[in-house]
């Protein structure tokens, strides 16, 4: 169900747009300024965002650039309804980004029509179709937003260990809901214990980043971490959960027990080290990762390249003779170097995406 944030400063205009979106069964918030409107934004994500222009403190337009410049709010489709009609006023609002523009008196069946256009539109461009978070190209907006900046900041990159296994045994719906689990977990851990602010996206499969602060990535990390391994056990047979491992049949087609699904963890920050670009990222978070799936605790914490060498022995050798970044990930256990980085975009499809939400 979507969940629809209506910022009017009229309160019998916002308690009637309310009652007539929530016929369609929409969940809707209203708030009466711009203030707010972006505080709860950044906060809670709404689906989409019905909009007055003229409020009090900030306006309209300001709420749109701040929603706009924030890689977590980018993607929201707004649709402007103003008594504003000038063409100036249309041309100003669109060149700032929103989605629709529809002025006053309104016509209800337009406005839900519309709202019903930029939902669908939001979910098939710009969301994982599997859990409707946002996808491969707004998590490297995400990281560049905090690259960009001098605030420190933690990356933490989750991923499934031995999910293929499972996916064999217990089939992809099973596999899906699974992956779904990860995601509900995580925005819930992060709107319980994260920043307003902080990003959670899919890149794909049985991957997520989550951009928060390191103040906040251990208790995040552990949380999550808890969470998946208590929730995860209802999908599994009895006899497998007994047993603490999946009976299937590995790539030679013979018997094999393999261990249950865990979730590994691996955290990145700028606090020792600050990384120069997302390539630099992505290397570093691939490695927190690989770590993380050999640790007891299945998370690790790096910041640096001098880290992973101080965690690792057989690394520190390597490094010690050598200038270059850690070698490809195909020398990993996993075998498949680009499943295990970020999968990043090039520059003109960045800036294509850049001009459509600006």
């Given amino acids: 169900m979507a969940n629809i944030l209506v910022v009017e400063d009229e309160q019998l205009i916002a308690r009637l747009l309310k009652e007539t979106i929530e016929i369609e069964g929409y969940q809707v918030v209203t708030v009466l300024n711009g203030e707010d409107a972006v505080q709860y934004a950044l906060r809670e994500t709404p689906h989409l965002i019905v909009l007055d222009l003229m409020l009090p403190g900030i306006d309209g337009y300001e709420v749109v650039r701040r929603l706009r410049n924030h890689p977590k709010t980018m993607h929201i489709p707004i649709v402007v309804l103003s008594a504003l009609g000038e063409i100036a006023d249309k041309v100003r609002a669109f060149e700032l980004g929103v989605d629709d523009y529809i002025t006053k008196p309104f016509h209800t069946d ?42 420190p900041w933690s990356i933490l990159y989750l991923d499934l260990d031995n999910f293929k296994a499972f996916n064999d045994v217990y089939g992809f719906l099973t596999g899906n809901n699974m992956i779904r689990l990860v995601g509900r977990i995580c925005q819930h851990i ?59 049949v590995n790539r030679k087609g013979r018997p094999y027990q393999f261990p249950l699904v ?58 010690a003779s050598t200038s270059q970044w850690p070698p490809s990930l195909s020398l990993f256990a996993s075998g498949h170097a680009h499943h295990d980085v970020f999968h990043f975009f090039q520059d003109d499809a960045l800036t294509e995406y850049e001009q459509h939400v600006r």
């Fill in 110 to 151: 337009e406005l839900l029509a519309r709202i019903r256009t930029q939902l669908r539109r939001v979910q098939q461009n710009f969301l994982s179709p599997l859990i409707g978070l946002p996808g491969g190209l707004q998590v490297e907006l995400a990281i560049k937003h905090k690259l960009n900046s001098l605030d």
């Fill in 190 to 248: 992060v709107h319980e214990h994260g920043n307003a602010d902080d990003f959670v996206g899919h890149i794909g499969g049985d991957d997520f980043v989550i951009v928060t602060t390191p103040d906040r990535a251990k208790t995040l990390s552990l949380q999550i971490i808890n969470h998946y391994k208590e929730e995860s056990m209802a999908f599994y047979h009895a006899e497998d959960l007994e047993r603490g491992s999946i009976s299937g």
């Fill in 262 to 319: 865990l979730l590994s963890i691996g955290v990145v920050s700028n606090q020792v080290q600050r990384p120069h670009s997302i390539q630099e990222v992505s290397y570093l978070a691939a490695e927190a990762k690989y770590h993380a799936k050999q640790s007891t605790s299945n998370i690790c914490y790096i910041s640096s390249r001098r880290e992973i060498a101080y965690q690792d022995p057989a690394y520190a050798t390597h490094f």
